[in-house]
């Protein structure tokens, strides 16, 4: 059963441009929203997350937008460069549930000269 | 700090035959887990380990699968017979304490192919 679901599969972007990678969750419960980017041959890594008090998270380049009542959260990436390059999953969490990482399909990013 | 170890990376192997992967955590990590990775998919839980207790194993196929974690440090998670739909990459993952969301540190990974 897919809980988390993400959009789009694939996105190209202009370096500098803005990068925007869409997710939507079913479950009420979840509670933390992360995102995690991954490189080829690598394993995820934690880039940024959030909780569902507050509507908007940065650090850097990265920001979260968190629409609670709509039950969708988005990553933006400002001033895209070649190195954001990567596959990001978007992924939620239920701290009283199963305590169990739920990640969307993935999107792949590709950040163009 | 020295990341989370996975071995091998990479392994063929023909179906029907067994497999066997290798994790150490980054040290100190009381919480461990494994996930598949489908291609074109994110990750999916297949176990989790809190020290030396399986504490969810609700996705793992208990059929063809097993894991350990002895001591409650590495870990291994064999797959017998495997078969063609196994193809993957098998992740392992960790965090430092129990309970609760925490940042997980994931390895590189094994791509397992069955031909």
Redesign the interface.
Known sequence: QQQVKQSPQSLIVQKGGISIINCAYENTAFDYFPWYQQFPGKGPALLIAIRPDVSEKKEGRFTISFNKSAKQFSLHIMDSQPGDSATYFCASYNDFGNEKLTFGTGTRLTIIP | EAG?VQSPRYKIIEKKQPVAFWCNPISGHNTLYWYRQNL??????LI?YENEEAV?D?QLPKDRFSAERLKGVDSTLKIQPAELGDSAVY?C?SSPRT???E???????TRLLVL
Not at chain 2, 103 to 109: A, K
Request: hydrophobic share 25%; aromatic share 10%.
């Open positions: 989370v074109g998919q994110g990750p999916e839980l989790r969810d609700s992740l993952a309970g609760g969301v940042t997980q540190y994931f390895g590189p990974g």
